[in-house]
């Protein structure tokens, strides 16, 4: 990676074949960023939190903090990809369709395995911290909010005691933090429906 960072003296299309056939995830993304293919970079590093969240889930107690790690370390990539296609300089035909797509996108991605009951325990509290993590990164470059709205149509109708770690922490990076604090007590108890019904409204009315 330092020799492909520091010198443009080698042909990027060898270069990505050469790093196909070996693997080389980080660098292929980053040779198609240098193209300008910011679409196909973004690719490579859903695969990569799919891969990092799989070995997330399965990771023994003994590796548990290079699980962690392990994620963190492509969130922050991600999420570092992602705020440069939102810079104005990037062409938009090199994106999905809008700016917010990818972080959108980055952020189901994180969202997906709390809809599939995946999540216990420390996985749970990391995967989380990277949905935090990339609404933060994203609202430097524009506003959350739509992204947040998008993002409750998808999973509104996923089921209640799986999503609610997911509701509380929208409304925590929209700075609702007593109506977070409020719903998230609700969403564990029989009144959980009426408690999901006011969460979808303070992240689906206007700040």
Request: glycine share 2%; aromatic share 10%; hydrophobic share 40%.
């Amino acid at each position: 990676m330092e020799y492909l960072r520091t010198t443009d003296s080698y042909d990027i299309d060898d270069c990505l074949e050469y790093c196909a056939a070996y693997n080389l995830h980080q660098a292929s993304a980053f040779l198609l960023e240098r193209k300008g293919d910011f679409r196909g970079a973004f690719e490579i590093f859903l695969k990569e939190i799919e891969d990092s969240n799989n070995f997330l889930f399965e990771c023994s107690p003994e590796n548990a903090q290079l699980c962690v790690q392990k994620v963190e370390i492509v969130c922050k990539r991600a999420v570092d990809l992602c705020a440069r296609s939102s810079q104005d300089h990037v062409d938009p035909s090199a994106i999905i369709s809008t700016p917010n797509d990818f972080w959108i996108q980055l952020l189901s991605a994180y969202i997906e395995p709390f809809q599939r009951g995946q999540i216990t325990g420390a996985s749970k509290i990391v995967l989380l911290e990277c949905i935090e993590n990339t609404l933060d990164g994203a609202s430097m470059y524009t506003d959350v909010q739509p992204i947040i709205v998008d993002l409750v149509h998808k999973y509104e109708n996923s089921p209640v005691n799986a999503i609610q770690d997911v509701v509380t922490t929208l409304l925590k990076c929209l700075k609702f933090y007593h109506a977070a604090t409020d719903i998230s007590s609700r969403l564990a108890t029989q009144d959980s429906v009426q408690a999901l019904w006011e969460a979808y409204h303070y992240l689906t009315r206007k700040v």
